[in-house]
């Protein structure tokens, strides 16, 4: 037994030599291991507040025909090229990027061109090269230069067929709009509510877009975002953030539109009419009801359809943003119902404005008041609001707002703290600038 183990060790250890001598002989073969390093690309969050300004950028652009795309608050290649050719047209520096000085010239034009009416259409066939040429014709006019004279056989070409062949950019129609009723308005009292006369009724109708395109033009003039020692003697400061939240409204539903398949301007719209009728009787006690006694039947007004809450709000965000970029102001009151319905009471704000302003219900600033505190409460109880702005304590802000409404003393000291100076933008209407 010990002779055959020392046999099987000897054998064992025989091998392991053998092998041991092999290795130690054999020629080596070096093996580089190398490590593979993934590069990441984390792009930087844009917030509401600077989304809302690069649309603003680009659909100025898309207005004077530099193609940029759909508005979308992202400055992609697309926007970059589009600005270049921007400041190529004004001998810029052509860099791809705006400066302030060139971004607030661009704005400022833009809302210029709006506003312009029958001056608008002149200019654009004065200089002969579609609507880049009002540009053009603002820039020189900034500089001293004189103007060319007119060509009696000058036509205007269409909107955005000049400098490219731009393919078509999804966006508001508010500068046709704006273009009539400034042309209807030439001999109308200065006074006048903001509206387009409607053919065979001898009442306007208030135009939201008019409405902020009117205000960006006076907060323009003012240096900006009216500054909190302001707050309480002007209602520019009410219309100012009623028509960011008429921006943020659009980014939200074009995003969600985005992930309906099949959806088609056709079907959106066939869609959110449906709310019309659902909501009217609920639309008419806006302007009777207090904001405290309607929550409760608008609840259940939303219990009743059948549908999932998540269904409900998805849709209703997409109404209210469509709304706003067709200028239908009785469908955003539906489509702001149908929200605080579901439990989404941060809209009461934008209740509030259109009663405030008249917008698609009988204005009634009380009733404007109720639904501004039920706003703020739902802010004071931690509910996010529907767009932030830098240095502004929204909730205290609505709290003024309602006392405004109600006729009573205004503290808004509070509100707008104090900070460097940016633009507040929104979508294809205006330049507001914070202070």
């Known amino acids: 037994g010990g002779f055959a183990e020392a046999l099987i060790g000897s054998t064992i250890g025989t091998i392991i030599g053998n092998e041991i001598h092999r290795n130690a002989t054999r020629p080596r073969t070096r093996v580089i291991v190398r490590e593979r390093t993934r590069t990441r690309v984390v792009r930087p969050r844009i917030d509401s507040f600077t989304r809302a300004q690069n649309r603003e950028v680009q659909v100025a652009l898309n207005y004077f025909g530099f193609n940029s795309g759909a508005p979308d608050g992202v400055l992609g290649r697309r926007s970059r090229a589009a600005i270049r050719r921007y400041q190529a047209l004004l001998d810029f520096p052509v860099t791809g990027h705006l400066t302030e000085a060139e971004r607030a010239f661009l704005i400022a034009s833009y809302n210029r061109a709006l506003a312009g009416g029958v001056e608008t259409e002149r200019l654009i066939a004065r200089e002969g090269i579609g609507v880049s040429g009002l540009l053009v014709a603002y820039n020189d006019e900034r500089l001293g230069r004189d103007a060319p004279a007119a060509s009696s056989d000058a036509v205007a070409p269409r909107p955005g067929s000049d400098l490219e062949a731009a393919d078509e950019v999804p966006h508001r129609d508010a500068s046709a709009e704006t273009t009539e009723v400034a042309t209807a308005e030439d001999s109308a009292s200065e006074t ?83 709310f019309l009728p659902e909501l009217r009787p609920f639309a008419v006690k806006l302007a009777t009801d207090p904001a405290e006694a309607m929550t409760g039947p608008l609840a259940d007004w939303a219990a009743g359809t059948g549908a999932s809450i998540a269904s409900l709000t998805q849709t209703a965000q997409i109404c209210l943003g469509h709304a706003y970029d067709t200028d239908n102001a009785e469908m955003a009151v539906s489509a702001a119902l149908a929200l605080v319905a579901v439990g989404q009471q941060s809209y009461g704000e934008i209740l509030a404005a259109h009663l405030a302003q008249g917008f698609g219900v009988a204005a009634n600033r009380s009733r404007a008041a109720s639904w501004y505190d039920l706003s703020a409460a739902a802010l004071e109880s931690g509910t996010e609001p529907i767009v932030l702005v830098d240095g502004l304590d ?17 503290d808004a000291a509070d509100a707008l703290q104090d900070r460097p100076a940016t633009t507040l933008t929104t979508f294809g209407k205006k330049p507001v600038k914070s202070k």
């Open 192 to 274: 006048e509510k903001p509206g387009i006369m409607v053919f065979g009724s001898d009442k306007p109708t208030l135009s939201m877009a008019k409405f902020c395109a009117e205000i960006g033009i006076r907060s323009a003039a003012n240096g900006g975002l009216l500054p909190a020692s302001s707050l309480k003697d002007s209602e520019d400061a009410l219309g100012e953030q009623f028509c960011l939240l008429d921006s943020e409204a659009i980014a939200t539903s074009r995003a969600l539109v985005e992930a309906v398949p099949g959806a088609t301007a056709e079907t959106i719209q066939a869609t959110c009419e449906t």
């Open 394 to 410: 929204r909730a205290a802000f609505l709290r003024d707002a309602a006392r405004r409404m109600r006729g009573e003393p205004v």
